[in-house]
């Protein structure tokens, strides 16, 4: 039997097509295709959400890993996945659930009211909310939004830890029922999304500088030697982000082999503390992730 859920951002073409309208790959999915993401399914010209109410992941954690480092600090936020992810990252950490496909995870169907229920047993354990992460959240779209939704009706925070990768409509609709987020600001040129993870720099700066305006966001870059570790770029991402406000928390991380990419050699220590020296010229809140 079908039962999936009817995605939210698409159009209906000819012969059948859909073009998706969740991220900025805006894919053109045949009768019985895939988009880039894995998870979202053209069934007879209708587009649908495969990995709704599917859950791979459920994890109490310190909010401070998510990382958020300057948003309720000292508490813990129930935290949820799912699969698949709209970015290629040879370097993906949750690869085994982020970089499959669906059928390949194991994985528990669920539905909203049983997440926030579940999320609000565990405020005697300090359980602030619910955080959407480990894949991507974005293709997760439907669940995440009637979920967040309805804990914000319950009082529990949401916080979405996010590449950014996503359209203006789908994320100025789910907003408002945001409280914090992370975002994955990957590097500050255009080869390296465009070369490595198969993206946008562009659309991953217009989602920071919405979301800004509406909640608290923290950014944070792997950095990965000869792709982004220049002090150049360094200065210049910092100096964007002091744009938007001086007060953004940036996390730099240690990137380490791993997945597809297992050729480059960790990130050395120097060049993090280096990088950190210059992005605090701009930002007042600079943290050190891995070293």
Known sequence: MFD???????????????LCLLCPHNCTIQDGEYGICGVRQNNGGILYSMNYGDMSSIVLDPIEKKPLSR???????????SVGCNLKCPYCQN?????????????????????????LSLRSQGNIGIAYTYNEPVIWYE???????????????????TNGYI??????????????????????????YKELVKGRLENVKSTIRESVKHCHVEITT???????????????????????????????????PIFEMTDIPPTPRNTLLELKRIAERHLNYVYLGNV
């Open 167 to 192: 359209e203006e409509e789908p994320l100025k609709n789910l907003l408002p029922y945001i409280d914090a987020m992370n975002i994955d600001l990957k590097a500050y040129n255009g080869r390296f």
């Open 95 to 119: 690869y085994h659930i982020a970089r499959v496909k669906l059928q390949k995870v194991k994985t528990y169907h669920t539905n909203s009211e049983e997440v926030v229920d579940k999320a």
């Open 222 to 256: 792997l950095i990965i030697p000869t792709w982004n570790d220049s002090t150049e770029e360094m200065e210049e991402m910092a100096k964007w982000l002091s744009s938007l406000s001086v007060d953004i928390p940036l996390h730099l991380s240690r990137y380490f």
């Open 4 to 18: 999936n859920k009817e995605a939210m951002y698409y159009e209906k073409l000819k012969e059948k097509k859909v």
């Open 143 to 161: 669940f995440v939004f009637e979920t967040a939704r309805l804990a914000e009706e319950k009082g529990l925070m949401n916080v979405l830890v």
């Open 71 to 81: 948003f309720c600090s000292g508490s813990s936020i129930m935290s949820i996945g």
